[in-house]
């Protein structure tokens, strides 16, 4: 597997489909970064680390709604390993009117659009939520 963030975030988004109250994906430290972001955002219930056998893997829950529907509307990648996407600060400024979420690699980290956009700064595109 080349890209790990897409193969998690296509396991977030299958999870959610089959309406799964958790989801295992494999752990690094990027994707600890996003999955944070989107505990933080409101789109992800929690996350665990855990390590069995000197593997660590990170396990989400999911979060829905009063209706049993997913909180995620829509989670793509933007930036894949053949074409990088990379925005400045200006162009990252709003996603979706501010319903959404990009979330972007920047020197200072993993960063929200809107953390980015405060501090000045722009990055590569790692993926949109919303």
């Known amino acids: 597997m080349t890209d790990q963030i897409a193969d998690s ?5 299958n999870a959610a489909l089959r309406r799964l109250d958790t989801t295992i994906l494999l752990h690094s430290n990027n994707i600890e970064a996003i999955v944070s972001i989107l505990v933080a955002k409101g789109y992800l ?17 999911l979060k829905y709604d009063e209706n049993g529907h997913s909180v995620i509307n ?8 053949g074409r990088r996407v990379h925005q400045g600060k200006d162009a990252i400024k ?3 009117n501010g319903y959404g979420t990009l979330i972007v690699s ?5 960063l929200p659009n809107d953390e980015a956009f405060k501090r000045g700064i ?9």
């Open 9 to 13: 975030l296509t396991r977030i988004r």
């Open 45 to 61: 219930e929690s996350y665990k680390v855990k390590e069995e056998d000197n593997k660590k893997t990170i396990k989400v829950v």
């Open 74 to 81: 829509e989670v793509k990648k933007i930036s894949k390993p």
């Open 94 to 96: 709003t996603y979706k």
């Open 106 to 110: 920047t020197s200072q980290g993993v």
């Open 122 to 130: 722009g990055g590569e595109v790692i993926c949109s939520i919303w």
